[in-house]
């Protein structure tokens, strides 16, 4: 979905599929440009759109673009292998946006490879960076740091937030099959809570919650009561997942900077904190 100055746009198709896209541009205004990602080829549509706007005279302000498609391609293999995420980031900057707003991407690869980008986003008008919404949810449920914790699904998610909140944690690490891609088996380091804890697992992104499936059977083991799950961006795809019916998580939180399915019970949409 694609929003100029907070208004939708609709996007017809001839027959033979092409987009039709109308918007009227006042010569000298700023634009807004908001992309809540469903579709790669929402990124032609947003090509069409600023081209249009820059040629009758209008000025690109702000991309507000939650989540930052390409973010995981954020290295490559092999020289035959395409790096998505520079050649994506290079088709952004080549709009010469003023300002640019992404929520919590992957690495930091992608703010480096961005023009004017700030690691933020916006809800009614208000910058909040991702760790305001951690910090929020430790109060919201009121965790104790003398006896929960946070857990952080591994390597890469613990240098991300560790210490945003003064929480003793746990961090996981997934031994997968490189061969079937399946995970095989799930530790931990740090110190053990005392039995019984609550935890708060913290992430990027998830797509069909595999690796939070494993982190929370693990954390049962150590003697875990309730589970929550805080994942910035939440593709669709967890639906068809073993998490949602696994009984091991009391809610999972994400933003709706990806996730467009109707929501499930145990799946909460954070507006604003």
Partial sequence: MIKINGAIQTIEHFPAGEQRLTLAVQSDAAYTVEWVYEREDELITLLYLCSHIKTHGGRLAVLNMPYLPNARMDRTQSPNEVFTLKHFCQLINTLGFSRIF???????VSTALLNNVADAYLINGKRLHNNDVIRHLT???NLDPTRDILFYPDQGSAKKYEGVVPFPSLTGHKHRNWQTGKIESFDTSGPLPRPPFNALMVDDISSYGTTFLHGAKKLKSLGA???WLY???CENSILHGDL???GLLDKI???RSIF???CPAIIEILEEV
């Fill in 244 to 246: 949602i019916n696994s």
């Fill in 253 to 255: 939180y994400t933003t």
């Fill in 102 to 108: 992404v929520n919590n991407p992957h690495s930091s």
């Fill in 231 to 233: 994942v910035t961006h």
């Fill in 139 to 141: 109060a919201r449920l």
């Fill in 260 to 262: 467009t399915a109707p």
């Fill in 225 to 227: 009561d309730k589970i």
